[in-house]
């Protein structure tokens, strides 16, 4: 593994633990009014182009990470669904 | 520009715009509650990290990207910092 590669994993990990905490903030709270549903919504679709993009270039950080961030990304949204509808939000 | 390319600059954009209604939303009503600041903090980490990264190997879909991320967390983060202080969270 080059230097650069290890910058890569690093990055990789960083932003594929990033949206863990606000995953938990929505579960554990329920509320979820502050939160964008069109900022997640968008954010999937990057996920999925971006996984798309580091498979063309054999990018296996790019890969892992976005493949992760669909999941986390996921479950804000599911979360922002279920709980958003007990206001008028 | 390859196809290659053009699915990266597609993934760059809408990650670009993903956090743009997020921003605006905190920022128009600003309600900050429900947002992680740890998830935008561990983000603008990962941004540093990526655009490190992309410099290293002359990818510029992931240097623009991450700048611009850099900079829309960042005014997230002011939001939530500045507006945050009303309640006591």
Chains 1, 2 share one sequence.
């Not at 910058?7 to 633990?17: E, K």
Request: glycine share 6%; net charge positive; hydrophobic share 45%.
């Amino acid at each position: 593994m080059t230097y650069i590669d290890f910058i890569g994993y690093t990055a990789s990990f960083l932003i594929m633990i990033a949206f863990l905490p606000q995953a938990y903030q929505v579960w554990k709270t329920k509320s979820v009014e502050d939160v964008s549903l069109l900022t997640y919504t968008i954010l999937m679709f990057g996920s999925t182009s971006w996984t798309t993009y580091g498979l063309l270039k054999d990018d296996w950080p790019i890969i892992i990470t976005n493949v992760t961030l669909f999941v986390v990304q996921g479950s804000i949204i599911v979360c922002k669904l279920k709980y958003g509808k007990k206001t008028s939000h």
